[in-house]
C-alpha cells in the first residue's frame, strides 16, 4: 500500500504556499473553512454529526485523510463517499481534513 | 466605514418608514450600531442556511433578519414517504426557533410583499419596511399562471404537492380515499422543475403502499420528458418492480385538465383519474419579479457563481432553485444549502471590503426512496471554472447507486436530520 506521508506534506506545503501566496491572507484563512462547509450537508455543521453520520470535527487530520484516499482508490467500501472524494483535488482535501483536525469535537 | 455610512442611511430610511415597529431595531436607539444588517427573503434550505452562516460565521458581528411566511420549516425532501404513509409530516417539520435562541437571527413570520433594490429596502406585509446592507432572496419556486388551462385555483381538487406542507396532506388523504382498483396519476412538467428525482421517486413510494393495502390500483406516470430526468437506470428498475401497478408514459404533454372530473387532457390521449397530482411548470418564486429581476426565459435568475449576487442586481444574493441553474446542477434542498454557503462567505468578503473565494466549491446528494425502506442515490461536486465563469461538474466524480438497498435507506433519513440540523439547528 502507497504511503500516505507524501501526500500529506505535498498537500501540506501547498496549503502553506497557498496562505503565504494569497494577497488576501483572510482569503486563505477561509478558504478551509469554505471547503469544509460543503461537507455539513451531511457530516454536521463544523462535522459535528447531528446522528447517522460520521462526525469529522476533531479527528486528526491523518486518520481523514487515509480515509479519503481509501475511499478514492476505492480501497474502503462506500456507498457514496468513493464518488464524492474524486470531486476534491488532493490540496483541497488537505485544507478540509486540517480544518476538521483543528477543530474541537464537543460542541463549543 | 463605508459599512457604517450605509446602515446609518439605513437606519434612517426605516426610521423614516411610519410602519416599523421601534423593538425590530431595539438597541440601535441608544447606540447606533455599527454592524451591517442583511436581510434574508425565505427560510427555506437555502435562506435558512444563509441565515445561520452569516451568523455563525461574521461571530454575530452581522446582524440578520430572516422573513419566511411559515412557522414551521417542512421538507420537500422526505415529503413522499409521507405520502405513502411512512412519515407524518410533523417528523418533516422543524421550527426557526434555534435560528433565534442558538445564532441570534431575527426571525420574522410574514410575508415580503415588495423589494426596493435601489433604496435597498424590503416591504413587508405586517412588518413594516426593512433596510438592508445585502439581501439574500431564497424564494423557492413559483408555478406559472395559466401554464396549464382548467388548473388554477383548483389545487385542492388536483393538488401539486410539490411544496410540502398542507398539500402533502391533502394528496395523501386522497390516496387514502382512493378505492382499490382506483387509479393515481402523477403529471410532470418538461425540465427545468424543482427535484429531479422527485416525481418517480413518488410514484415507487406511493406505490409500495398500494401494493400493500390496494393492489388493484394503478399508477400512471405521465412525463412531458421524453425519458425518465434523473437515476434512470435504477428508476426504470424500481418501475419493473411495480409491474402491473406502475405504467411509466413519456412524452406526456399537458394540454388542459377539467377539475371537477379529474381528467387530464394529453395531446394524444386523456386520462381521467381517481387521485390526480399535477405538478405545474414552475418559475423562480414570484418576489423575485418583484424585486425587479430579470428572469431568463421569464423563468429563472441568472447570478454571479461567485458572489451568488444577481446580474445585473448588486447586492442581491440569490439561492437555490429559483436559479438558472449551471451545468448538471440539479434544483435541490442539498444545492441550495450550498449556495448559501458561497454566498455568506462572499457577502462577509464583500462587506469586509475583500475579494471573494475565486474557487468555491459545491456538491449535491440526492437520496430517493423507492418504497418504504431501500434507496438509491445521485451525487456530483461542482468546481468554479475559472474560464466558463461557473461550476462544472467533475469529471469522474459523482455518480449512482449499484442499486437500491437498505443501507443508504438509513443514511437518506440520516442525511434529512443533518441537514436539517445544519440549517436550524
Not at chain 1, 494577497?23 to 447517522?52: E, I, K, Q, V, W
Not at chain 2, 463605508?2 to 423593538?23: E, I, Q, Y
Not at chain 2, 435558512?48 to 460565521?57: D, P, S
Not at chain 2, 386520462?271 to 418576489?287: E, S, T
Request: proline share 6%; aromatic share 6%.
Amino acid at each position: 500500500m502507497k504511503s500516505i506521508a507524501p501526500l500529506l506534506a505535498l498537500s501540506l506545503c501547498l496549503a502553506v504556499a497557498t496562505a503565504a501566496d494569497a494577497a488576501d491572507p483572510n482569503l486563505a484563512r477561509n478558504l478551509a473553512r469554505n471547503l469544509a462547509a460543503t461537507c455539513a450537508g451531511c457530516h454536521g455543521t463544523d462535522g459535528r454529526s447531528a446522528g447517522g453520520m460520521a462526525s469529522l470535527a476533531g479527528v486528526p487530520q491523518r486518520a481523514l485523510m487515509e480515509k479519503l484516499r481509501a475511499f478514492r482508490a476505492g480501497e474502503q467500501p462506500a456507498t457514496i463517499m468513493h464518488q464524492i472524494a474524486k470531486g476534491y483535488s488532493d490540496e483541497q482535501l488537505s485544507l478540509i481534513t486540517a480544518y476538521f483536525a483543528g477543530l474541537d469535537a464537543r460542541q463549543p | 466605514m463605508t459599512h457604517r455610512r450605509s446602515l446609518l442611511k439605513g437606519l434612517a430610511a426605516a426610521a423614516a418608514a411610519t410602519a416599523v415597529p421601534a423593538s425590530l431595531f431595539g438597541c440601535a436607539t441608544a447606540t447606533p450600531r455599527a454592524k451591517a444588517h442583511v436581510v434574508v427573503v425565505g427560510g427555506g434550505f437555502g435562506g435558512a442556511t444563509a441565515a445561520k452562516y452569516l451568523r455563525m460565521w461574521s461571530r454575530g458581528e452581522v446582524e440578520v433578519t430572516l422573513i419566511e411566511r411559515n412557522t414551521r420549516f417542512v421538507s420537500c425532501p422526505v415529503s413522499n414517504l409521507v405520502l405513502g404513509g411512512y412519515r407524518e409530516l410533523a417528523d418533516i417539520s422543524v421550527g426557526y426557533g434555534n435560528l433565534g435562541t442558538h445564532w441570534g437571527v431575527r426571525v420574522i413570520t410574514d410575508d415580503a410583499t415588495a423589494i426596493d433594490t435601489a433604496k435597498r429596502t424590503v416591504s413587508t406585509a405586517h412588518h413594516g419596511t426593512l433596510s438592508y446592507d445585502r439581501l439574500v432572496l431564497s424564494p423557492g419556486v413559483d408555478f406559472i399562471p395559466n401554464a396549464v388551462p382548467g388548473l388554477e385555483g383548483n389545487h385542492d381538487q388536483i393538488p401539486h404537492a410539490w411544496k410540502a406542507g398542507p398539500q402533502t396532506v391533502l394528496l395523501r388523504k386522497q390516496l387514502e380515499a382512493m378505492p382499490d382498483g382506483g387509479v393515481f396519476a402523477i403529471h410532470i412538467p418538461k425540465v427545468p422543475y424543482r427535484c429531479p428525482p422527485g416525481p418517480y421517486e413518488r410514484a415507487c413510494v406511493v406505490a409500495s403502499h398500494l401494493r400493500r393495502s390496494k393492489r388493484r390500483s394503478k399508477i400512471l406516470v405521465l412525463d412531458s420528458n421524453p425519458e425518465i430526468q434523473s437515476k434512470k437506470a435504477l428508476f426504470t428498475k424500481a418501475f419493473e418492480g411495480y409491474k402491473g401497478l406502475v405504467e411509466y408514459v413519456p412524452n406526456s404533454e399537458l394540454r388542459a385538465v377539467d377539475a371537477a372530473s379529474r381528467t387530464a387532457e394529453l395531446e394524444f390521449d386523456r386520462v381521467r383519474a381517481d387521485v390526480l397530482n399535477v405538478i405545474p411548470p414552475m418559475r423562480a418564486g414570484n418576489i423575485a419579479t418583484r424585486a425587479g429581476l430579470s428572469l431568463v426565459n421569464g423563468r429563472w435568475v441568472e447570478v454571479d457563481w461567485l458572489t451568488m449576487e444577481a446580474k445585473g442586481t448588486p447586492g442581491v444574493h440569490v439561492l437555490g432553485d429559483a436559479l438558472l441553474a449551471a451545468p448538471a446542477m440539479p434544483k435541490s434542498g442539498h444545492m441550495a444549502n450550498q449556495h448559501a454557503k458561497v454566498a455568506a462567505a462572499a457577502i462577509l468578503n464583500l462587506l469586509a471590503g475583500e475579494a471573494p473565494n475565486p474557487a468555491p466549491v459545491v456538491m449535491n446528494t440526492c437520496y430517493s426512496f423507492v418504497d418504504g425502506q431501500n434507496v438509491i442515490h445521485v451525487a456530483s461536486v461542482h468546481q468554479f471554472d475559472a474560464a466558463k465563469r461557473q461550476p462544472m461538474p467533475v469529471e469522474g466524480a459523482g455518480g449512482v447507486s449499484a442499486a437500491a438497498n437498505e443501507v443508504e435507506g438509513r443514511h437518506a433519513l440520516a442525511w434529512a436530520a443533518n441537514i436539517w440540523a445544519d440549517m436550524l439547528a
